[in-house]
């Protein structure tokens, strides 16, 4: 149990374009999803964190306008590079958190990434 | 100073080997301690959770948090090629019955060769 899966695993596109990246809870809700991003042999930096059916909210640093986040659905999140310059790329990953009911708020399942590369 | 330290390695061991991972930790607000596996190009795979002080195990992985030094271990018993892989720890001050946001260590590359 617990699988978030993410489309596409990697994707390549021109300057000024905009890529959008899936992140689906496959078999469980999850009311609060998360967006981080990784450099080459660096740790986890959380973006933003994804409500669903309400406003993301983000990290300081992290561009709003930039990074769109909507979470549409109990089970799907979508993160959407606008505007795509090569310093956006890196790896892009998403997470979900399990039912807080249970105790559980802030055990995160990771999704398997998607490399983004901008030209 | 940054709230998680943790030494990058890389760390090689022989197979069969214990191999000891640790993190510090600044903030003495962290209850909820993770431990996390990344394989090359792929998303961080859930290896242990835990609230507060203690040790839990599971399998041949034990985690050990000791809040008064701000101090967490994971410990690999009999270590195979298969666990190769980036290990990160993540902290959480808030969970349970709240979504934590997660601070995470850097990752330390373990290689285990045959």
């Known amino acids: 149990g617990a699988v978030v899966s993410q489309h596409p695993s990697w994707v390549i596109c021109k300057s000024g374009t905009s890529v959008k990246i899936e992140c689906r809870s496959l078999d469980f809700q999850a009311t609060t999803m998360f967006w981080y991003r990784q450099f080459p042999k660096q740790s986890l930096m959380l973006m933003a964190t994804?409500?669903?059916?309400?406003?993301?909210?983000?990290e300081q640093g992290v561009e709003k306008d930039k990074f769109l986040i909507n979470h549409a659905s109990l089970t799907l999140s979508t993160l959407t590079v606008t505007s795509a310059h090569p310093e956006d790329s890196s790896f892009y990953i998403c997470?979900?958190?399990?039912?807080?009911?249970?105790?559980?708020?802030?055990?995160?399942?990771f999704g398997p990434g998607t490399r983004l590369t901008v030209l | 100073q940054k709230e998680v330290e943790q030494d990058p390695g890389p760390l090689s061991v022989p197979e069969g080997a214990i191999v000891s991972l640790n993190c510090t930790y600044s903030?003495?607000?962290?209850?909820?301690f993770m431990w996390y596996r990344q394989y090359s190009r792929k998303g961080p795979e859930l290896l242990m959770y835990?609230?507060?002080?203690g040790n839990k195990e599971d399998g041949r992985f034990t985690a050990q948090v000791d809040k008064s030094s701000k101090y967490i271990s994971l410990f690999i018993r009999d270590s195979q090629p298969s666990d190769s892989a980036t290990y990160l720890c993540a902290m959480s001050a808030t969970g349970g019955t709240s979504y934590g946001k997660l601070t995470f260590g850097q990752g330390t590359i373990l290689t285990v060769h045959p």
């Open positions: 903030n003495s607000a962290f209850q909820y």
């Open positions: 997470s979900a958190a399990l039912d807080t009911s249970r105790g559980r708020g802030n055990e995160q399942f």
């Open positions: 835990t609230y507060s002080s």
């Open positions: 994804s409500n669903e059916g309400s406003k993301a909210t983000y």
